[in-house]
Nanobody
Framework: QVQLVESGGGLVQAGGSLRLSCAAS????????MGWYRQAPGKQRESVAA???????KYADSVKGRFTISRDNARNTVYLQMNSLKPDDTAVYYC??????????????WGQGTQVTVSS
């Protein structure tokens, strides 16, 4: 069974920083693209940042220059460093990964979500 477990959310003042982590677990994993999404109350889920297995990254315009996505392939973990946080960044953040697992095949997985709240 493949799982994505997130950590690192919380409450922070505007201008502050948080670092989110998402670790994948399972047997015989090959992890392809990974990414972070967020969903604010009353809004659709949106892509925040993505990273390929080779390390290429892309970001939503709203977070460019403030957020950095990275991954540790040895630990099957993806990170999102969030700096200069704004109240508009308040949302539930979800990890997403395209994973091929032993005896399961290739699927798209989501984490359980972690709340990020930025106070003004």
């Amino acid at each position: 069974q493949v799982q994505l477990v997130e950590s690192g959310g919380g409450l922070v003042q505007a201008g502050g920083s948080l670092r989110l982590s998402c670790a994948a677990s399972g047997i015989g994993l090959r992890i392809n693209d990974m990414g972070w999404y967020r969903q604010a109350p009353g809004k659709q889920r949106e892509s925040v940042a993505a990273i390929t297995s080779g390390g290429s990254t892309k970001y939503a315009d709203s977070v460019k220059g403030r957020f950095t996505i990275s991954r540790d392939n040895a630990r099957n973990t993806v990170y999102l460093q969030m700096n200069s946080l704004k109240p508009d960044d308040t949302a539930v953040y979800y990890c997403n990964a395209d994973i091929t697992a032993w005896r399961v095949g290739r699927n798209d997985y989501w984490g359980q979500g972690t709340q990020v709240t930025v106070s003004s």
